[in-house]
Every structure is written in structure tokens, then in C-alpha cells.
């Protein structure tokens, strides 16, 4: 699991808000929904779950471009 460092530094701009799950590198659900009770009450979110490789790697791609430019960050164990 991984987070956006921007996120925890007030100065910056950019932040990651999209939640996505890749896998088995074919299918992919990407969600605005945060994990809170708060959200599970109160929001009105969208998820979609995709099933195909291209895309699915597409994203993993994606992510792991953000991983190896140090905006993504392992969560601690």
C-alpha cells in the first residue's frame, strides 16, 4: 500500500485522490470513495471495477512511474 507524500506536506499542491486496486495485472478498481465511516455515511461516491489487462497495466504503470519518481511511498509496516 502506498501513499502520496504531497499529502502530508501543507505546502504542496498536488495531491493524489483517486484509490485504485491492481490485480492480478487484469482488472482494476478505481474508486473516489475514502475508507471511513464518515464517507460510508455521509458521501456519495463512484467506484468502477475494469476488467482488462491493457488498462489494468496501464495504471500499474502509471503508479509505478509515480513509485520511482518518490511521489508514491511505501506505507510503513
Do not use: C
Amino acid at each position: 500500500m502506498y501513499y502520496d507524500r504531497r499529502s502530508v506536506d501543507l505546502r504542496a499542491r498536488g495531491k493524489l485522490h483517486a484509490k485504485a486496486v491492481v490485480v492480478d495485472e487484469d482488472r482494476v478498481f478505481v474508486t473516489s470513495a475514502n475508507l471511513t465511516f464518515a464517507a460510508w455515511d455521509d458521501n456519495v461516491d463512484l467506484g468502477l471495477l475494469v476488467r482488462d489487462r491493457t488498462v489494468a497495466k496501464g495504471i500499474l504503470t502509471h503508479f509505478r512511474r509515480l513509485i520511482d519518481m518518490d511521489y508514491l511511498r511505501q506505507l510503513p509496516k
